[in-house]
């Protein structure tokens, strides 16, 4: 089984000067906890729902003033839309994570590999218990 295909489809982009209380809105109303940020088709970097309650909520940051990119992750983990599932899910466990975005050759976003993604479509029942158990010590 290959990355494209435990994928979750392409989520939209927010710019880095999209506030916080704008993310929020837009993770919750497509139910997801992670969001890319990006401009002119370039990622600069993700956000998630942990960065909005622990790096700014938590510090008293103003939802509806403070921008994204200052909340957010710089840089990108990621992997390749032909990469085997071993391959991904080992990645995840070695850089801690629950999500990767996937590229394509074009090293264009073509959508994110979530733990959930993983548990719910892998087949290898040992590989999903073994990523669930090394990224929920993070």
């Known amino acids: 089984m290959l990355a494209k295909e435990l994928m979750s489809n392409k989520p939209e982009f927010l710019p880095p000067t999209a506030t916080l209380k704008q993310a929020a809105d837009q993770m919750r109303a497509h139910d997801y906890g992670f969001i890319p940020i990006g401009e002119n088709d370039r990622l600069l970097g993700v956000l998630t729902d942990r960065d909005i309650a622990i790096k700014a909520v938590a510090e008293g940051w103003d939802p509806n003033t403070i921008t994204v990119k200052e909340a957010m992750h710089d840089g990108v983990y990621y992997c390749w839309e032909s990469d ?23 090293k264009r ?24 158990e090394a990224v929920s010590h993070h």
Request: aromatic letters at 0%; glycine letters at 4%; charged letters at 25%.
């Open 84 to 106: 085997p599932v071993e391959k991904v899910i080992q990645q995840m466990e070695k850089l801690q994570v629950r999500r990767l975005i996937v590229l394509n050759k074009d």
């Open 109 to 132: 976003m073509t959508g994110v590999i979530s733990l959930g993604d993983v548990a719910t479509k892998c087949n290898n029942a040992k590989l999903c218990s073994e990523l669930a």
